[in-house]
């Protein structure tokens, strides 16, 4: 698998670097600004962009721009955001388009090799991870009356929309819920009904959905397309 890495700090990258290329990935290009990040993935085209959202040179979001404008022209480019902070804005423009794989994982919630690596190879297969503070985040303003719909569903439903929408299959939810997958079915088609979303096999287009329904109005400061 090719991989562009995009992150300023000279020690994170670097161990990025090697972490990667010690799991067989090849590393296409390593840079520390936005300007390389997007001339890298023009030029390699790779499998994965793991980027770093506030790169050089304002370091606010220009790591972030820098992968919707090569998405634009790439369409599908999977991406894998990591960022140290939580910010809604991120996830709704990355996942605006519904196409190619989408990651957003908070650097210090990082916890091993083996799960960095899980999630690589998911994004890059075309899913969707997001950590779980992000969807929280994501559900916590939707439920402040932004999104009518969400406000009809229970507590239960609520509970299992967040597990969705972190990528977890009805099992994985059942066993953190502690109730029966058939459950876990049930809340889902009333969740889907509610939402007016069409139910689906596929765990990702599902948790796309999901999502893309909960960021879908236009927020203050959207980041225009190009930018």
């Known amino acids: 698998m090719r991989v562009v890495v995009a992150e300023d700090l000279f020690l994170l990258r670097e161990g990025l670097v090697r972490l990667l290329k010690a799991r067989g990935f090849e590393i296409v290009a390593a840079t520390d600004s936005a300007p390389g990040l997007l001339g890298a993935l023009l030029e390699f085209r790779p499998d994965l962009a793991i980027v770093d959202i506030r790169l050089p040179p304002t370091h606010t979001d220009d790591g972030l721009r820098a992968a919707l404008n090569a998405r634009e022209r790439?369409?599908?480019l999977p991406i894998l955001l990591l960022s140290q902070y939580v910010e809604q804005i991120y996830a709704q423009e990355l996942l605006a388009d519904q196409a190619g794989g989408v990651g957003y994982l908070l650097k210090d919630r990082v916890?091993?090799?083996?799960?960095?690596?899980?999630?690589?190879?998911?994004?890059?297969?075309?899913?969707?991870?997001?950590?779980?503070?992000?969807?929280?985040?994501?559900l916590g303003r939707c439920s402040r009356g932004e999104r009518g719909p969400l406000s009809g569903l229970t507590e239960r439903e609520r509970q299992v929309l967040e597990l969705m929408a972190e990528g977890r299959s009805n099992s994985a939810i059942a066993n953190r819920l502690?109730?029966?997958?058939?459950?876990?079915?049930?809340?889902s088609?009333?969740?889907?009904?509610?939402?007016?979303?069409?139910?689906?096999?596929?765990?990702?287009?599902?948790?796309?959905?999901?999502?893309?329904y909960l960021m879908s109005v236009p927020r203050e400061g959207r980041i225009p397309p190009g930018h």
């Open 178 to 187: 502690f109730i029966s997958e058939k459950a876990v079915s049930k809340h």
């Open 74 to 76: 790439i369409p599908g």
């Open 189 to 212: 088609t009333s969740i889907f009904t509610k939402l007016e979303l069409a139910p689906s096999d596929d765990d990702n287009r599902r948790v796309l959905a999901v999502l893309a």
């Open 111 to 138: 916890f091993s090799d083996d799960q960095f690596i899980d999630v690589i190879r998911t994004v890059a297969a075309g899913g969707t991870v997001m950590d779980p503070q992000v969807v929280t985040k994501l």
